[in-house]
């Protein structure tokens, strides 16, 4: 059994920088795909990033290049470094993770067995 727990939300400016946690218990991160997914008030849930072994590191065009995806294996922890954060980026923000098999589509949510609970992100004009 694996259990996700996200932290690291919060409010920010625009053009400000958060860094969210998921720790991971149970299971090593390490043979896993994770991802983050977001969901905005009213909007459906959408990918934001996921690292896989097959795939390395993917990114939704709407935050490439502004987003980063990363693994910490000693914490058993997965971080979304989020920079120039716009006020789009609202949002809650999800980790996922894949204990084990190949994801075909890792912008697809049903590729994922374990998902945490969630965590705020707010980013005023």
């Known amino acids: 059994q694996v259990r996700l727990v996200e932290s690291g939300g919060g409010s920010v400016q625009a053009g400000g920088s958060l860094r969210l946690s998921c720790a991971a218990s149970g299971r090593t991160l390490s043979t896993y795909a994770v991802a983050w997914f977001r969901q905005a008030p009213g909007k459906e849930r959408e990918f934001v990033t996921a690292?896989?072994?097959?795939?390395?590191?993917t990114y939704a065009d709407s935050v490439k290049g502004r987003f980063t995806i990363s693994r910490d294996n000693a914490k058993n922890t997965v971080y979304l470094e989020m920079n120039s954060l716009k006020p789009e980026d609202t949002a809650v923000y999800f980790c996922?993770?894949?204990?084990?098999?190949?994801?075909?589509?890792?912008?697809?949510?049903?590729?994922?067995?374990?998902w945490g609970q969630g965590t705020q992100v707010t980013v005023s004009s």
């Open positions: 996922a993770a894949k204990i084990w098999g190949t994801v075909d589509i890792p912008s697809d949510r049903s590729e994922y067995h374990y």
């Open positions: 690292s896989t072994w097959s795939a390395g590191n």
